[in-house]
């Protein structure tokens, strides 16, 4: 099946600092990319759909000046935290579509990223 | 809106046991339906995929069924191992945005 990686794994990082999640398809072009956020023992709730070339959309209640998203290439998405605070620590994954010749429409998950603000 | 839950929220059963994870969906008109396995602080493996003209998908000791009209999908683990301890998570993609929403899993505990 297709890969999907992020980078870096996890971060720890100063309240007030910003940091950028990487989010790639390895094998296949994705002009969708999703992020989603998931607090411990919760499920994921997306935060907003990284279109390439085109901004991004954000769900109700999600910030977009403090999570930015750039989508710069058919196989790369950047989340951006920005200013973060200790309330902003979480595990952020991406996922990228793929539109299959036979017409199937699949995501495919990246391994996470988790974030940690002191 | 589509609502997606899982039932039971948490399992703990004795290895060699069969098992069943519930998924009930609120809009059956959708494209997809997928499982995953989650391992604590780990991302999403994806475990079976049915759309939404098949009936059941099977991997191994796992299978999958759909039933869009009754908005249920069921999960059976066959000769269940200790390593088969993780969240599994169900997520549906309904027709028209494909984005797909998760359940909020089913914590399995496998003991020897």
């Known amino acids: 099946g297709a890969v999907v990686s992020q980078h870096p794994s996890w971060v720890i990082c100063k309240s007030g600092t910003s940091v950028k999640i990487e989010c790639r398809s390895l094998?296949?072009?994705?002009?969708?990319m999703f992020w989603y956020r998931q607090f411990p023992k919760q499920s994921l709730m997306l935060m907003a759909t990284s279109n390439e070339g085109s901004k991004a959309t954000y769900e109700q209640g999600v910030e977009k000046d403090k999570f930015l998203i750039n989508h710069a290439s058919l196989t790369l998405s950047t989340l951006t935290v920005t200013s973060a605070h200790p309330e902003d620590s979480s595990f952020y994954i991406c996922?990228?579509?793929?539109?299959?010749?036979?017409?199937?429409?699949?995501?495919?998950f990246g391994p996470g990223t988790r974030l940690t603000v002191l | 809106k589509q609502e997606v839950t899982q039932i039971p929220a948490a399992l703990s059963v004795p290895e060699g046991e069969n098992l069943v994870l519930n998924c009930s969906f609120t809009?059956?008109?959708?494209?997809?339906l997928q499982w995953f396995r989650q391992d604590p602080g780990k991302g999403l493996t994806s475990l079976l995929l049915i759309q939404s003209s098949q009936r059941e998908q099977t991997s191994g000791r796992l299978n999958a069924s759909l039933d869009k009209s009754s908005g249920r999908s069921t999960l059976y683990i066959a000769a269940s191992q200790p390593g088969d301890s993780a969240t599994y998570l169900c997520?549906?993609?309904?027709?028209?945005?494909?984005?797909?929403?998760f359940g909020r899993g089913t914590s399995l505990i496998v003991h020897p």
């Open positions: 997520a549906v993609s309904s027709g028209g945005s494909y984005i797909p929403t």
């Open positions: 094998d296949f072009q994705a002009t969708t």
């Open positions: 809009d059956s008109a959708i494209y997809n």
């Open positions: 996922s990228a579509r793929d539109r299959g010749l036979d017409s199937t429409d699949t995501q495919y």
